[in-house]
Every structure is written in structure tokens, then in C-alpha cells.
């Protein structure tokens, strides 16, 4: 039997979606807050998460990026704005399904159902699910070794597809030139720390909207970049 953790603070919307849930056969546990929550989902062992995104203590944006980094189940935000959606869904962090409050119970569990489903073909086939990171609308395949940018696949040399991996990787993290060609060039290569600057001048055009301004990989003047997250 499937066993689904929702992390709901309103008791009766989580009552209803318990209900439904029930009734279809699943087991269903309920958590309130979103510290208790965010330590369930990620100390225990659910095949699916329901998560609200407006909680007490820590909201669904930040429990879905910690179970994300840790546990490969589908996650399904429910929000009563579509704004808050169309954001959580620029941020790219990462939720299978989104649903918007009020929604229809039986909408909700034929929902659960597919995406259960997808999650059973995935392992049942050995198929391994690729590693993906996702920030802010760019997408990096480390798998597949490949980039999209709003939806829209862009083509990375082999440097530049690894610089902009490392970086994205460790975001908000500051690296000196230097740091990022012992990294990502061989000790021994030929060259100096101008490449890294080629690199991520190409990068940027590739993934920035102005690339006077970046809104990804930002240069921290007398010191490296960052990839801001
Ligand atoms: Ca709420």
C-alpha cells in the first residue's frame, strides 16, 4: 500500500484529502506544521508528498527544496494562489504536480494515482531517474549532459557545460578564477585563468537574459563568481 505524507496547517482541507485519499486505499499521515513536517518527510518513508505551501515554521518552498536534495518521491504543491504557483514554478524547485486551492478531491487522487504510477515505471523498469538540478528556469541534465533554459534547450561545450554544472552546484558560493580552472581544466592543461572568464562569458550568453546585468552567474569584483540561487 502506498503511504502519503500530507503537510497541511488548514485540518480541513488535510481531513478531506485524508478522506479521499483513504477511500482510494492509500495510507495517509498528517502533519500540521511545516518543522514536523519537514522532518518526517525527510526521517521517514512515504512513496508521495502532499505539501501546502503557506505553513507555520518552515513553508513548503523550503521542505520542498530539503526532500528534493535527499529523497526521490513525487511532491505535489497545493497553494490558494495561482500566483504563488506560476512563482514556485519559476523557481524551479522541483515539484512533480501543482494544484490550486479550492481543488476537487476526486482531481486530487487521480493525480496521486498518475504520478505514483509514473514513479512505479521509473524503478520498476530499472530505469534510473536522471539527476537534474533545477534553479530559477534553468534545468541541467548532469545525466543526459544537457541545458535548458525557460523550456528551451541550449547546446554547452564540454567545459562549459562542466563550469556551469560546478557552479550551479554550489550555488551562492563565491570562487576565485583560479579555484574554478584547478576544477574544472587539468592541473597540467596549458592555458591560465583568462579561459575561465572565455568560459563564462560564453556561458552567460547562453543562459543570461542581459548579460550586462546576470541574473545567474554573478561576478564578485577582485574576487570570482557565483552562481546566485
Ligand atoms: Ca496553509
Known amino acids: 500500500m502506498s503511504k502519503i505524507l500530507i503537510v497541511e496547517d488548514e485540518e480541513a482541507i488535510a481531513d478531506l484529502e485524508k478522506d479521499y485519499l483513504e477511500l482510494s486505499g492509500f495510507e495517509v499521515e498528517i ?26 515554521e518552515v513553508d513548503g ?13 513525487p511532491i505535489i504543491m497545493v497553494s490558494a494562489k495561482k500566483d504563488d504557483i506560476d512563482k514556485i514554478r519559476g523557481l524551479g524547485l522541483g515539484a512533480d504536480d501543482y494544484i ?12 496521486v494515482k498518475a504520478h505514483l ?6 524503478i520498476g523498469s530499472g530505469q534510473k531517474v536522471n539527476d537534474v538540478i533545477e534553479i530559477r ?15 528551451e534547450e541550449k547546446q554547452f561545450t564540454t567545459k562549459e557545460f562542466d563550469l556551469l554544472t560546478f557552479l550551479a552546484e554550489n550555488p551562492n558560493h563565491v570562487f ?10 587539468d592541473m597540467e592543461s596549458i592555458g591560465d585563468i583568462a579561459t575561465v572568464t572565455v568560459h563564462i562569458k560564453k556561458i552567460r550568453e547562453k543562459i543570461e537574459f542581459n548579460t550586462a546585468k546576470p541574473q545567474y552567474i554573478e561576478t564578485i569584483w577582485g574576487v570570482g563568481y557565483r552562481f546566485k540561487a
Not at 523550503?62 to 518521491?73: A, T, Y
Not at 490550486?100 to 493525480?111: G, I, Y
Not at 504510477?117 to 521509473?122: G, N, Q, V
Open 31 to 56: 502533519e500540521n506544521r511545516g518543522d514536523t513536517g519537514l522532518d518526517k518527510a525527510l526521517n521517514e518513508d512515504y512513496d508521495l508528498l502532499i505539501l501546502d505551501l503557506m505553513l507555520p
Open 61 to 73: 518552498f523550503e521542505i520542498c527544496r530539503q526532500v528534493r536534495e535527499k529523497k526521490d518521491m
Open 100 to 111: 490550486t486551492k479550492p481543488f476537487s478531491p476526486s482531481e486530487m487522487v487521480a493525480r
Open 117 to 122: 504510477a509514473r514513479y512505479d515505471r521509473l
Open 137 to 151: 528556469g534553468i534545468k541541467i541534465d548532469k545525466t543526459a549532459r544537457r541545458v535548458w533554459v525557460n523550456g
Open 176 to 185: 576565485t578564477k583560479e579555484e574554478l580552472f584547478r576544477e574544472i581544466w
